[in-house]
């Protein structure tokens, strides 16, 4: 992300994006930059200037706990439906911040509608910070936390993703951990589990590709960022699935969007962004890439 653009934060009152604000105003002091406070009224006739808003209250709360080290805040209010008027003001902000779910999402719902179409739509990078109940600590799961883990396509992942990646492990000092996966047909295995000899030195060569593959995708970025100790992880597993694992120990998972255009005006976020927004234990960040053709 830009570091003079700000960082946008969805508010609407609730936990899930108080949480949100909070990974947004630690963003922007990582940058240097302000934070805009963005809350999208839904309901008809909106309330008079004059009245308390308890958003801005509770917005100015979670600063006040700051105290002189809070980075500049922008509040703005304004009426529409909450993915296309946020993704309108994404188009001034280096990052776009909200939480998996709102006040008007259901518990029982992962990801709410407005985080899966500002991942798939916004013009920047854009962050879901889980519930509380989706944490690995809540799955009382315990690691070193801290990591940065990007899902790496060495022919699909374009370079902002990795950019992203490797910039936000270098802000916060910690590993890069970078994944890779190929798939083992399901014909490399007998009836007792074992791979067939023959398709055993077929998938060894495909993971040896995939590993000089992945090296020489990061071998530039590696160069730029001397200072970030990179994991490289190449195994045969599903994608999603593997980074779902990795993100028990990490602070951050980076993907590509991965679009795939099926229209003139229909995009639609590629299947290992789905999800991972909808069941990594850790804060996800969506990267525009390339858009492919339908």
């Not at 922007?28 to 958003?55: C, I, M, N």
């Not at 990078?125 to 990007?150: I, K, Y």
């Amino acid at each position: 992300m830009s570091t003079s653009a700000p960082v946008l934060a969805a508010v609407d009152g609730s936990e899930p994006s108080l949480k949100a604000l909070t990974w947004a105003i630690e963003a922007a002091l990582g940058h240097g930059t302000e934070v805009v406070a963005a809350h999208v009224r839904t309901g008809r006739g909106s309330a008079s200037t004059d009245s308390p808003d308890p958003v801005r209250a509770k917005v100015e709360e979670i600063l006040a706990e700051y105290g002189d080290q809070a980075p500049p805040v922008r509040y703005v209010a304004v009426d529409g439906h909450p993915a296309p008027e946020l993704c309108e003001l994404a188009r001034k902000a280096g990052l776009l911040v909200l939480g998996s779910r709102g006040l008007g999402g259901f518990a029982a719902l992962l990801l709410g509608s407005t985080g899966r179409k500002c991942a798939a739509q916004a013009p920047c990078p854009v962050v879901v910070v889980p519930h509380e109940s989706r944490t690995a600590e809540a799955f009382g799961q315990t690691g070193p936390p801290g990591r940065v883990v990007l899902g790496l396509d060495p022919e699909e992942t374009a370079d902002e993703v990795i950019e992203f990646a490797f910039a936000g492990a270098a802000r916060r000092g910690v590993e890069l951990q970078v994944v890779s996966t190929y798939r083992v047909p399901l014909r490399a295995l007998t009836t007792m589990g074992d791979l067939v000899p023959g398709d055993v030195a077929d998938a060894r060569s495909v993971g040896l590709a995939l590993t000089a593959g992945q090296r020489e995708r990061l071998t530039a970025f590696a160069e730029r960022y001397p200072k970030v100790a990179v994991d490289p992880v190449v195994a045969p597993a599903d994608p999603a699935g593997r980074l779902v694992t990795a993100s028990r120990t990490a602070d951050l998972l980076v993907v590509g969007r991965h679009h795939r255009r099926l229209s003139t005006d229909s995009l639609i976020m590629g299947s290992v962004a789905n999800a991972v927004l909808l069941h990594a234990h850790c804060a996800v960040a969506v990267v525009p890439g390339r858009i492919q053709p339908g």
